[in-house]
């Protein structure tokens, strides 16, 4: 008889092998870290390894100013990425290259400190990259982490940094580019609209800034912890009420499927965590979840909401409604419909605008009308909201000017400038040229006029082919 602990042992292995598959990192083609100012690598908590700025092309007009700090270990600054800082006191930028066109992750790190020359509170300056308005009069006094999603269809991608004024300057601590996963961003999602919901399309194909990564009932999530570097705070300081709901954790395994949610879109960490309207608590059709987020208006916004069933004990137990900014969104939506099993992830992206008049955002999970007191009415396990790009190509506010201040510095302000001189002395030689034909019309004219006429004149009639030429 054969030994029964071979296959035993076998499906252990493989078992333990496609795990550790499934959990690997994300390796992305383009993974630009750098570190600004500095003449040395750093290594972060979360393993990365960011290089000196010299890894990457910086075109000034101006002279490329590297500022630094003493380590201060006792605080959150001490990360390496915020002991040195590239200063622009013109427009400047970055160029990298790009081997993989599509969605790219760019963040951008600030942390304002002070040097002998440079107090970095009192930068004011404009950002922009691939054609969008990032950052206009930016300023900031606090650390500050800006993360965008852009596409990228060139060779090259290029961060411009343009200073606000002539006495003002632009920094940067440290930037990443890296190439998003092609189903990070799909292309499509539901609008939602006062009266009605409709297709929204060209998703991918517009600029996004993240503003709120909430781990909805869970713990932050740090960048060690995600397979795309993000952190997830938990969402305590957003709720607008808490009498229905409570918070529950799954220590079982998430069940990801092929086509569905992966772990590049929420990590485990997420999903194993939810809060949920608890249907014993729930006393009237007024019972919700509702989370409440500050926003600029005049904008359209990403909501994305994160679902995994981890609550109920069966299939086709757990039914609610979504409203977003009080609008109904989803109705008597159906996980089970959607995954076909428990603890498994699913997403769904909502695209809402925010008129002049508001300047808030708000997301409700309700019972629906086939929930049970006797079941979980309602679950989200996390939550994003990212701003959507205006008409102009801009995330903050601003003007499609800056988008010329973005060829400028990218070509260097001496060239620029060579360029406006050479075109306006195109223009004059124009204008002279065609000031010189109009004279020399003039003067064939007149010659022309005081021609004497044809001597083969015949009874009044002049020579065939020779035509009659009219004095003024």
Sequence with gaps: MGNPRIPLFLFFHLSSLLFALSSARFSPPDNHLITCGSASA?????????????????????????ISTAPLDASPASSPLFRTARVFTRPSSYEFQIKQKGTHIIRLHFYPFSSRDFNLSSALFHVSASGFVL??????????????????????LVISFVPARRSSFAFVNAIEVISAPGDLIGDTARLVNPDRIEKFDGLS??????????????????????????????????????????????????MYREGGASREVAPDNVYNTARVVDGAKVSDSDSNMTWVFAVSSGYKYLIRMHFCDIASPALNELYFNVYVNGYLAYEDFDLSSATGSLASPYYVDFVTGVDTSEQLLSVSIVPSKQSSHLRINGLLNGLEIMKINN?????DGGSPIILVLESRARRGFGE????????????????????????WRAETRNAVTWLPLPTDVSGGK??????VVSGK
């Design 462 to 467: 002049l020579a065939d082919g020779n035509p």
């Design 391 to 395: 008409t102009v190509g801009s995330l």
């Design 42 to 66: 750093s290594t972060l908590d979360d393993r990365r390894v960011f290089l000196p700025d010299s890894a990457a092309i910086l075109c000034s007009s101006g002279s490329k100013i590297s």
């Design 205 to 254: 194909r517009q600029a996004m800034e993240t503003l709120y990564r909430l781990n909805v009932g869970g713990p932050k999530v740090t960048p060690f912890n995600d397979t795309l570097w993000r952190t997830w705070v938990p969402d305590a300081g957003f709720r607008n009420s808490d009498s229905v709901s409570k918070t529950v954790a799954f220590s079982g395994r998430i």
């Design 135 to 156: 950052l206009t009069d930016f300023g900031t006094s606090f650390p500050q982490l800006k993360e965008y999603l852009v596409r990228v269809d060139a060779e090259k």
């Design 416 to 439: 620029f400038l060579r360029s406006v001189l050479c075109g306006l002395a195109f223009m004059s030689l124009l204008v002279v040229g065609f000031m010189l034909l109009l004279r």
